[in-house]
């Protein structure tokens, strides 16, 4: 291991940004994280609300579909898949680069270090709503398919809702997990101490802190656009925000987050792994 210090790319005013050579860089990580073993165990794991839904369909008499689907859409999505995906993928976005010996590369090309940053978030995010999305509308349909309310049109609605809502909590945990691999080491320590006792407890808790959780705004944009009413969630509709204030608190939140992970990416010096040091 050494220390590799690599030069800031400066930009003229009156010179572009190199767009093309930073979209490049965001397919190649796209291509790189769905060829990675990680693809793999995720897709394991996503598969697991589907086979849970096919195994209570099969042995449940008394099948209760909306009850499968808040248990395994609207808990074990949000609670444990979501934040797992995010976690799993930002933490590698600069660490693969210096496992692999590749990062002092990317640092030496004519690319500004923060869009180096933003090309690995918009590829991460991009990944992982792309899986999320797709076994969220499978797990739906899984669920609700061949039943006799079952309305093709509505279920490819309230799918694509839930996606859309995943897709903003991807974002937020994506710019947090992200903003913590750049600071710490340990970030999936650290990542699924947050998951545990921030989204998980603190969420669960009727108190001003659940405000500063992704879970409290997934849960009220579920209540706003799904009329998902939980009495266990503890949230009044009347007292809660609009769901355009969820959507901004967690858009604005995630571009903040990102902005200032990225300028701390584009000063910090990284200790890198060299043919020397190895």
Not at 107 to 119: C, N, T
Request: net charge neutral; with cysteine.
């Amino acid at each position: 291991m050494s220390d590799v210090t690599a030069p800031i790319a400066k930009w003229p005013l009156d010179r572009r940004l190199p767009f093309g050579a930073l979209w490049a860089l965001t397919t190649m990580t796209i291509a790189r994280q769905l060829r990675s073993r990680r693809i793999l165990v995720m897709i394991i794991l996503f598969s697991m609300p589907m086979v849970f839904a096919g195994i209570a369909r099969y042995y449940d008499d008394d099948y209760n579909p909306s009850q499968v689907e808040f248990v395994l859409i609207f808990n074990l999505f949000p609670y444990a898949l979501i934040p797992l995906t995010a976690l799993l993928y930002a933490s590698g976005m600069i660490q693969d680069e210096i496992e692999d010996q590749t990062l002092t590369y990317l640092m030496v090309r004519p690319l500004p270090r923060w869009g180096i940053y933003v090309a690995k978030i918009v590829a991460t995010l991009f990944v992982a709503t792309l899986l999320t999305t797709v076994f969220t509308v499978g797990t739906f349909l899984v669920i609700n398919a061949g039943l006799s309310e079952f309305w093709s049109e509505q279920i490819l609605e309230r799918s694509a809702i839930t996606s859309g809502i995943f897709a903003l909590a991807l974002m937020a945990y994506v710019a947090i997990f992200g903003a913590i691999s750049l600071v710490f080491k340990r970030t999936l320590v650290i990542g699924v101490t947050y998951i545990i006792f921030f989204e998980s407890v603190m969420a669960n808790i009727d108190f001003i802190v659940r405000k500063a959780t992704v879970m409290y705004y997934i849960r009220v944009l579920a209540i706003h656009w799904l009329e998902l009413r939980r009495s266990e969630w503890s949230i009044m509709l009347d007292q809660a925000p609009s769901a355009l204030v969820c959507v901004l608190t967690l858009v604005i939140a995630s571009v903040v987050i990102s902005a200032i992970a990225a300028f701390y990416f584009s000063v910090k010096e990284f200790r890198v792994k060299t043919p020397e040091g190895n």
